[in-house]
Nanobody, 119 residues
Framework: QVQLVESGGGLVQAGGSLRLACAAS????????MGWYRQTPGNKRELVRE???????????NYAGSVKGRFAISRDDANNTLYLEMNSLKPEDTAVYYC?????????WGQGTQVTVSS
């Protein structure tokens, strides 16, 4: 059974930074294309950053344009964990953040981690 457990969210002031983690079990992240997604109330989940299996960091150019230059994705294969480094946070980054396959699998969604950015 696949479990993806997100952590690292919290309350931060605008301009601050957070590092989210996605600990995986039942799946080897290095064999899968993965993504970080976010969702705000009343809206669909959107892809924030993606990372193809052949890379450990950097991702591709396919990401939400609003996070360009601010969010970085990486993977620790030894710990089977996916990370999202978020810098220069803005109030509009407030959302619940999730990791999942790319494209996402319905049965892989975890509980997410709440990120709240105050102005």
């Amino acid at each position: 059974q696949v479990q993806l457990v997100e952590s690292g969210g919290g309350l931060v002031q605008a301009g601050g930074s957070l590092r989210l983690a996605c600990a995986a079990s039942g799946i080897t992240l290095s064999f899968n294309n993965m993504g970080w997604y976010r969702q705000t109330p009343g809206n669909k989940r959107e892809l924030v950053r993606e990372l193809v299996a052949s890379l450990t960091s950097g991702g591709s150019t396919n990401y939400a344009g609003s996070v360009k230059g601010r969010f970085a994705i990486s993977r620790d294969d030894a710990n089977n964990t996916l990370y999202l480094e978020m810098n220069s946070l803005k109030p509009e980054d407030t959302a619940v953040y999730y990791c999942n396959n790319l494209p996402p699998r319905r049965d892989y969604w975890g509980q997410g981690t709440q990120v709240t950015v105050s102005s």
